[in-house]
């Protein structure tokens, strides 16, 4: 692991992936400084070393990080577009306007791909989760005891090459087949949103609701930056799964932020859905 | 026009499309034969000569279009995925019936398009909109006083050719696209169900909500058969682009079913939203 024993900055989002990756981090020995986007993180940051900013305050990042010798940092959790009274800028900031200005303009991976090269031009390193705390993320192969049929794989064949045309425009990191029809593609709403999307459907009789029928299936955007914005599933992903009534999940493998596997399996064999890590890139 | 003087049969499902294009086609001079499908069409069918059927009673379609020496029919209306109830079949179904349940694979695409083949299987030729009523198609250029801004016309391009690319796919006869970035794109759920969601998302901050801004962009997939399942656009959908602060609306000229355009045209204009015909296929 790269950086072992220097310290490393965790930008924290919303979510409880911050803290997660900040303990993992600390497994591993890395000293840890956590800073929360106030409006965003979660209180719970505030067990680690940490301060808090608005997302406008980004002089006063920078200015802290080069108080603290730090050179290391890594964007997690999620970010709802800000308030403009957030964005209002420091002095820092303003003197950066003009990138700034640029970095809002676009789809969200370009204004996370921009805000790393801000960054870098400062003299920062950014790293990803897959970096700090690998353990956290979807691993190859069969992740629960229920296992996905014949129909579930070809439906992922399917349903992974439609995400695959859909990258260039910088959309889809998840749609729901099933048997070889596209039911929804995800873009502004996110994973949870479609899925209750389609629970609905299937409830109004829009949908075939006979039985568990459709996979969800979630990878990032091909040349997608893995420092940022990478998918994650949470029990509230599994629980809206269920209630789809689909008959599981395909995450692409080393490409999924994953809290809690154990539980997520537990929790899903339950209901009879399978979950598998699969090579999105092979 | 072909089949001038000839009787048309039209099959007909939901919505007010059926009993305009009887209306079309019989100004045009053709006798019409309505026959509606039990849950589906609305009750004003009624006026023309007609028949009911359930979605399962084909072998009665096929025997009623001998009796009258109907060969040329059209699709026209949404159908629901119907029940299981309504799709017991009669005997002449049953008959078809190997042909019939791989209808009901695939997409919708497969679907209609399957059925079109059983109906030419059996000597008749099935004609479309573009065919019996051209004048219920969206035609090329503004049909709004407001127009499309430069940045709506960029939004079009980018939008349009990712459409495109989901054609393959069988998936996407519309999505938004607001300032470069794609925020919904059409599967299962239809248009108005994916312009209630951005405004919902609006509505609670997960997208930026100042002023009107996304465009909405209707056009069929590539390659697909005109006879059947055209996009269409009504009073509910420009009321819908109005609640999702669109700032407008881009139909494939020649590919989108509109009815009362003058009445669409001054809705939309009270709302300073634009409607546009567009090539598609330039």
């Not at 979660?42 to 603290?68: C, N, Q, T, Y």
């Not at 568990?212 to 990032?220: A, D, R």
């Not at 949470?234 to 009534?245: F, K, L, N, S, Y």
Request: with cysteine.
């Amino acid at each position: 692991m790269s950086g072992a024993g220097q310290p490393v900055a965790i930008i924290c989002g919303n979510g409880r992936f911050p803290q997660a990756v900040a303990e993992a981090a600390q497994r591993a020995g890395r000293e840890v400084f956590l800073i929360g986007l106030k409006g965003a993180a979660e209180e719970a940051i505030s067990a680690f070393p940490h301060m808090w900013v608005r997302v406008g305050e980004l002089g006063k990042v920078f200015r802290s990080l080069k108080d603290r010798g730090i050179v290391e940092l890594a964007f997690i959790g999620g970010l709802v577009r800000p308030d403009l009274s957030d964005l209002r800028p420091d002095f820092g900031a303003l003197a950066r306007l003009p990138d700034i200005a640029r970095l809002l303009l676009g789809g969200d991976d370009h204004a996370l791909s921009g805000l790393i090269k801000l960054f870098e031009s400062e003299g920062h390193r950014v790293v990803g989760v897959h970096e700090l705390a690998p353990e956290l993320l979807v691993a190859s192969g069969r992740i629960t005891r229920t296992a996905a049929s014949a129909e579930a794989l070809a439906d992922l064949d399917f349903g992974a090459q439609c995400l695959r045309a859909l990258s260039p425009f910088d959309v889809g990191q998840g749609l729901i087949v099933a048997k070889q029809r596209i039911v929804a593609i995800e873009a502004a709403e996110g994973t949870d949103l479609m899925l209750r999307r389609i629970a609905e459907l299937k409830r109004i009789g829009r949908l075939r609701a006979k039985g568990t029928s459709g996979v969800l299936i979630k990878m990032p955007k091909a040349g997608q930056d893995l420092r940022v914005d990478l998918p994650a599933v949470g029990p509230e992903t599994i629980a809206a799964c269920i209630e789809a009534q689909l008959s599981g999940l395909f995450l692409a493998a080393g490409q999924v932020l994953m809290l809690d596997r154990a539980g997520l399996a537990a929790q899903a064999d339950a209901a009879g859905l399978f979950v598998h890590g699969f090579e999105a890139t092979a």
